[in-house]
Each structure stands twice: as structure tokens, then as C-alpha cells.
């Protein structure tokens, strides 16, 4: 019974995911048809699968949005039809952006970057540089797993280091470079969704995302210095002990090692680059756009490097056992597109409207932008994630006029995922660095990270409120 769950999953995601492109370009009725039943197939293969008890988030959005439904008077079936469509263009996303790591796993790219680094890494200063910065780099390929692999090149470094500075001082870039990346990185899904969503310039999204992330990172710095006093460890001597032992036992001098991290920067400009130059030329939707460029990527690369036969097996090994890992995610946007589509039946938008504005008659010196990041940090409290939160946020803010220019909406919700991310111990990022360093996501979170989440909502209010004055 559980292969058979197991293979109509996999069944289900793939129809959905070749569907879901095939009918962007060419729009059939009874493919439509078939693309909402795959998404139905999804979320039953997955309930079964998975078991309810680990889907409790897709369920109760489901619940939710079968109860606006009925309250509407909107018939069922037609709000599952239409419901199940309305998250398409994330479920495609989804499916796609994890192929990403067959490239990085072909060469030691990773390894390269680090082993290249280790000379120029020789003060804790420009360690958490580098670990914040290539934590947002490698998150353009793998999402939040860059907290984990940036993880294990600190371990291999600082593998003799233990205590709460030395885990302090390995945890906190990690977290708050991936928290950063969201502001600006390209294949992060919430980000790219909220761009679209808002009709925002892409180009702007990113240099505005950029510069705050670049601000963010300094002020991470500034805080990693008074937190080492506090701690009152010699990061920067027990670094260095540990780098010479690593240089010298190390093969990291091989010729391979430049050669590998041009070829990475090359990829890296390339994939990003071609998304950059198609938008500029084309008019295509980002969310389309962006995993069928990752798709075309993965194929050159491997017919380039003359592996088409590996290609072959990271496809039917992913379709056997890694296309069913992300069916939690799928299973979050389906049941999201049901609640959105669901709300967007009655007035719910024009009630958030005259709350609004109700808002801003008794408290003249506030408006919405205050109040945005908020609503995305309390989600996350509920163990929503970013991307959950940006789908149901997004949905709604795409719905309504607000008189603001659509970047600065952008940078305000973003802003909320990103401290959403550093404090929330329910969500993936903050679990995921819990369960590689072994601390509790309260500490990891909260404890470690308040201040410069406050400190990051002051920094992007002061931005968005000049822009808007």
C-alpha cells in the first residue's frame, strides 16, 4: 500500500509539474481539467503518505478555505477546481528549484569556495563575513539547505571548538544570511512570488533587496563584535589555531581548486544572468520563467560536461525517491490556493481595505508599511513559513490598491519573512540550524537573534518610510 501511495504521489507531482507548463503555452480545456485533478491527487497521495498528523498546516488552510466556501455560497467543486489552480505557478516553482543540486553535487564546488577562502578567513571579523555571504550565495541553489552545507564547512574547521560563544558565533551568520537572502535572492520561491504578485520591477526588487541585505550584513558584524565581548572568547586566536591545522593537513593547494571555483562563479553568472537577459527580452511571467531557465540549465550543463547518462540517473533516482520529499510544500501551496481563492470570493478585501483605513484616520503618523512586516512575523509564530506567508499575504495585498509603489511593498513583507526566519523556533531555517548544531530552536531563534531582528525592522522602516514620505 505504501508503494503504490508512494508511485500515485509521484504520478500526481509530475503530471502537475509537466501540466502545469505545457498549458502556461498552450491553454486546453481538458488539460486544465487534468492539471487541477493532479493537484487533488497530490494532496490525497500526500495525506495518506505523509500521514494527516505531519500535514497539519495544508489541512487546516484546506479547512479554512472549504468553511469561506460554504459561507460565500460558492459551490464546492468549483472552488477545489479553481482553488487547486491558483498556487500553480509556486507548485511548478517547487518542483523545480531542488534540481539545482545535481549540478553543485557533480564537482566540489563548495569545498573549493571554502578551501580558496581559508587564507583570507584568518579573523573571526572576516570568518562571519564569509559565512554570512556564502550563505546567501549558496542559497540561490539550495534554499535554506545553505544553513546546513555552510554549517559543515564550519565543523570541518572548527571541528575541536564547543561551548555557547563558539556555537553562538557558527549559528548566527548562517541564520541571518539566509534571513538576508530573502530580501534579495532570485530563486528564493517567497520572494520571487511577492515580486510577481505586486507587479514589482524586478531589477529594482533586487537592488533594493541587495542594499539592505549589505546593510544587514554590516550591522551583523557590528553585533558580532560586542557579542564576542560579551562571551568574552578570543574567536580570532582559536580560529587561527584551527586554520593552521586545517592548512597543513588539507589537500587544498590542488590545481582543481581555482579551476573548480571559476567554473562555479561561471555557472553561478550564467544561470542568474540568463534569467536577467530573457526577462529583459521576453514577456514571461518570473515564476515561469525561472524553472524553465533552472531546467534548461541542468540539461546543457550535463551534456556539456558529457554525463548525459548521470542526468539519466539523477532523474529516475529523484523520480523513485526524492520527488515525493517536497510534497509537504506542494501540499501548504494547494491548500493555500484554496483559501486564497476562497476569500477572494467574498469581501474580505474591501474589509482589510476600510480597516486600513480606519487605521490611519485614529493614528495619522501610521500606515500600513508599520504594520505588513508584523503580520508576516506572526504567521511564522504559527509555524507558517516564508513561503506560506508570502502566498497568503501576497494573495491578498494583490488584491487590493495600496498608494505605494509596489517595490517598497515588496522590501516591507520581505522584511517580515526575514525576522520571521530569525526569531521563529517553528519554522524550517531556524529548525534545520537547531538540528545541526543541537541547540533549542528558542535559543537558536529568540535568544540570539532578537536584537538584530529589531534592529533589521528599524534599519528597512527607515528606508521604506523616506521613500514614502
Given at each position: 500500500?505504501?508503494?503504490?501511495?508512494?508511485?500515485?504521489?509521484?504520478?500526481?507531482?509530475?503530471?502537475?509539474?509537466?501540466?502545469?507548463?505545457?498549458?502556461?503555452?498552450?491553454?486546453?480545456?481538458?488539460?486544465?481539467?487534468?492539471?487541477?485533478?493532479?493537484?487533488?491527487?497530490?494532496?490525497?497521495?500526500?495525506?495518506?503518505?505523509?500521514?494527516?498528523?505531519?500535514?497539519?498546516?495544508?489541512?487546516?488552510?484546506?479547512?479554512?478555505?472549504?468553511?469561506?466556501?460554504?459561507?460565500s455560497g460558492t459551490p464546492i467543486i468549483q472552488g477545489l477546481y479553481f482553488g487547486f489552480l491558483q498556487m500553480r505557478?509556486?507548485?511548478?516553482?517547487?518542483?523545480?528549484?531542488?534540481?539545482?543540486?545535481?549540478?553543485?553535487?557533480?564537482?566540489?564546488?563548495?569545498?573549493?569556495?571554502?578551501?580558496?577562502?581559508?587564507?583570507?578567513?584568518?579573523?573571526?571579523?572576516?570568518?562571519?563575513?564569509?559565512?554570512?555571504?556564502?550563505?546567501?550565495?549558496?542559497?540561490?541553489?539550495?534554499?535554506?539547505?545553505?544553513?546546513?552545507?555552510?554549517?559543515?564547512?564550519?565543523?570541518?574547521?572548527?571541528?575541536?571548538?564547543?561551548?555557547?560563544?563558539?556555537?553562538?558565533?557558527?549559528?548566527?551568520?548562517?541564520?541571518?544570511?539566509?534571513?538576508?537572502?530573502?530580501?534579495?535572492?532570485?530563486?528564493?520561491?517567497?520572494?520571487?512570488?511577492?515580486?510577481?504578485?505586486?507587479?514589482?520591477?524586478?531589477?529594482?526588487?533586487?537592488?533594493?533587496?541587495?542594499?539592505?541585505?549589505?546593510?544587514?550584513?554590516?550591522?551583523?558584524?557590528?553585533?558580532?563584535?560586542?557579542?564576542?565581548?560579551?562571551?568574552?572568547?578570543?574567536?580570532?586566536?582559536?580560529?587561527?589555531?584551527?586554520?593552521?591545522?586545517?592548512?597543513?593537513?588539507?589537500?587544498?593547494?590542488?590545481?582543481?581548486?581555482?579551476?573548480?571555483?571559476?567554473?562555479?562563479?561561471?555557472?553561478?553568472?550564467?544561470?542568474?544572468?540568463?534569467?536577467?537577459?530573457?526577462?529583459?527580452?521576453?514577456?514571461?511571467?518570473?515564476?515561469?520563467?525561472?524553472?524553465?531557465?533552472?531546467?534548461?540549465?541542468?540539461?546543457?550543463?550535463?551534456?556539456?560536461?558529457?554525463?548525459?547518462?548521470?542526468?539519466?540517473?539523477?532523474?529516475?533516482?529523484?523520480?523513485?525517491?526524492?520527488?515525493?520529499?517536497?510534497?509537504?510544500?506542494?501540499?501548504?501551496?494547494?491548500?493555500?490556493?484554496?483559501?486564497?481563492?476562497?476569500?477572494?470570493?467574498?469581501?474580505?478585501?474591501?474589509?482589510?481595505?476600510?480597516?486600513?483605513?480606519?487605521?490611519?484616520?485614529?493614528?495619522?503618523?501610521?500606515?500600513?508599511?508599520?504594520?505588513?512586516?508584523?503580520?508576516?512575523?506572526?504567521?511564522?509564530?504559527?509555524?507558517?513559513?516564508?513561503?506560506?506567508?508570502?502566498?497568503?499575504?501576497?494573495?491578498?495585498?494583490?488584491?487590493?490598491?495600496?498608494?505605494?509603489?509596489?517595490?517598497?511593498?515588496?522590501?516591507?513583507?520581505?522584511?517580515?519573512?526575514?525576522?520571521?526566519?530569525?526569531?521563529?523556533?517553528?519554522?524550517?531555517?531556524?529548525?534545520?540550524?537547531?538540528?545541526?548544531?543541537?541547540?533549542?530552536?528558542?535559543?537558536?531563534?529568540?535568544?540570539?537573534?532578537?536584537?538584530?531582528?529589531?534592529?533589521?525592522?528599524?534599519?528597512?522602516?527607515?528606508?521604506?518610510?523616506?521613500?514614502?514620505?
Amino acid at each position: 500500500m505504501k508503494n503504490v501511495t508512494k508511485w500515485g504521489l509521484s504520478a500526481s507531482i509530475i503530471i502537475y509539474g509537466v501540466l502545469h507548463f505545457i498549458t502556461y503555452f498552450y491553454e486546453q480545456p481538458l488539460l486544465i481539467v487534468i492539471l487541477s485533478l493532479a493537484g487533488v491527487g497530490i494532496f490525497l497521495f500526500s495525506v495518506v503518505y505523509v500521514s494527516p498528523s505531519k500535514l497539519k498546516v495544508p489541512l487546516a488552510l484546506l479547512a479554512v478555505g472549504l468553511v469561506v466556501l460554504l459561507t460565500s455560497g460558492t459551490p464546492i467543486i468549483q472552488g477545489l477546481y479553481f482553488g487547486f489552480l491558483q498556487m500553480r505557478n509556486m507548485v511548478g516553482l517547487l518542483i523545480v528549484v531542488p534540481l539545482i543540486a545535481w549540478v553543485l553535487g557533480e564537482e566540489p564546488y563548495m569545498e573549493s569556495i571554502v578551501g580558496f577562502g581559508n587564507k583570507l578567513l584568518n579573523t573571526s571579523r572576516k570568518f562571519y563575513l564569509g559565512a554570512i555571504s556564502l550563505t546567501q550565495v549558496i542559497a540561490h541553489f539550495l534554499l535554506f539547505g545553505s544553513i546546513q552545507m555552510v554549517h559543515h564547512f564550519e565543523d570541518d574547521i572548527l571541528k575541536n571548538k564547543h561551548g555557547e560563544a563558539w556555537d553562538h558565533f557558527k549559528g548566527t551568520p548562517l541564520l541571518r544570511g539566509f534571513a538576508l537572502s530573502t530580501l534579495w535572492v532570485i530563486s528564493i520561491p517567497s520572494f520571487v512570488f511577492v515580486v510577481e504578485i505586486m507587479n514589482a520591477s524586478l531589477y529594482i526588487s533586487i537592488i533594493q533587496g541587495f542594499g539592505m541585505a549589505v546593510v544587514g550584513t554590516i550591522v551583523a558584524l557590528v553585533f558580532s563584535y560586542f557579542e564576542e565581548k560579551k562571551y568574552g572568547v578570543d574567536i580570532t586566536a582559536g580560529l587561527q589555531e584551527e586554520l593552521s591545522e586545517v592548512l597543513h593537513t588539507s589537500k587544498q593547494h590542488s590545481p582543481s581548486l581555482k579551476q573548480h571555483l571559476i567554473e562555479f562563479i561561471v555557472l553561478f553568472l550564467v544561470l542568474f544572468g540568463s534569467i536577467f537577459a530573457i526577462q529583459a527580452f521576453v514577456s514571461i511571467e518570473l515564476l515561469i520563467l525561472i524553472p524553465l531557465a533552472i531546467l534548461i540549465f541542468i540539461i546543457l550543463y550535463f551534456v556539456y560536461k558529457r554525463r548525459f547518462s548521470t542526468l539519466i540517473r539523477h532523474g529516475k533516482k529523484h523520480v523513485k525517491q526524492g520527488i515525493t520529499v517536497g510534497s509537504y510544500q506542494l501540499c501548504v501551496m494547494l491548500g493555500a490556493g484554496i483559501m486564497i481563492y476562497a476569500l477572494n470570493q467574498t469581501n474580505f478585501a474591501r474589509v482589510v481595505v476600510d480597516g486600513i483605513y480606519s487605521l490611519q484616520v485614529t493614528f495619522p503618523f501610521l500606515n500600513i508599511l508599520y504594520l505588513l512586516p508584523f503580520i508576516v512575523i506572526i504567521l511564522g509564530f504559527f509555524g507558517l513559513g516564508p513561503l506560506t506567508t508570502m502566498a497568503l499575504v501576497g494573495g491578498i495585498l494583490g488584491s487590493l490598491q495600496l498608494p505605494y509603489p509596489p517595490e517598497i511593498i515588496v522590501l516591507t513583507v520581505t522584511s517580515g519573512s526575514a525576522i520571521s526566519i530569525l526569531l521563529s523556533p517553528l519554522i524550517m531555517p531556524v529548525i534545520t540550524l537547531s538540528s545541526v548544531n543541537g541547540l533549542s530552536g528558542i535559543k537558536n531563534g529568540i535568544i540570539f537573534n532578537w536584537k538584530y531582528a529589531l534592529v533589521l525592522y528599524v534599519i528597512v522602516q527607515v528606508y521604506v518610510q523616506v521613500m514614502v514620505w
